[in-house]
């Protein structure tokens, strides 16, 4: 019989691109529902949190909706979660966007603005490449380096260098993928990254069915 597809949980929580993802995760096979209570996340195999815009706006609805709580306890009960941009940032413990601004604290360090002191433009926007390394179970179908679309003005500072898999180098190296246990999160955004975005989501449904 045939195995059946993982059912993997889009968190909404005000985010823009949501359906985009979800489209983009059922390309790779996935069974897919977008999830706005808290309560129904545990019903999932994996969670995927998506995001776009300000990091105080996205914790203030994760914090006021409860899916804050959830998707934190889904990480400690050991279910994938895959973030993608403002869903990598928010795993951090704070960020300088608009004052400063607790995230969920799963891995330490903090999101900070591009330095203004270089002549590349604010947001860092379109194609730049990313350079994996590390052992994550994502990374073995997946080459050494490949290209991918970013939107962004924030990214992560202080990362612990063992949770880092993934750089990129724009205003100099900084991280753009991280990886610990049941966790996986990428700066750029897989949806709008064609087939380089394809490849990553399908590593992300065979970590999935190997689960």
Known sequence: MPTASPRVAVVDYGAGNLRSVAKALARSALAVEVVSDAAELRDFDA?????????????ASLRGSGLGDAVRESIARGKPYLGLC???????????????TTGLGVLPGRVERFPANHPLHVPHIG?????????????????SDDVYY????????????????????????FTSSVARGNVFAVQFHPEKSQSAGKRL???????????
Do not use: C
Not at 127 to 143: E, I, T
Not at 150 to 173: I, K, L, P, Q
């Open 47 to 59: 969670i995927v949190l998506p995001g776009v815009g300000a990091f105080a706006d996205a914790m």
């Open 86 to 100: 403002l869903g990598l940032q928010v795993l951090f413990e704070s960020s300088d966007e608009h004052g400063l």
């Open 127 to 143: 194609w730049n490449s990313v350079k994996w390394s590390g052992a994550h179970p994502v990374l073995a179908q997946l080459a």
């Open 150 to 173: 970013f939107v962004h003005s924030y990214r992560v500072v202080g990362a612990e260098a063992r949770d880092v898999v993934g750089t990129t180098d724009y205003a100099g190296v």
């Open 201 to 211: 989501l399908d590593a992300f449904a065979a970590w999935l069915r190997a689960s």
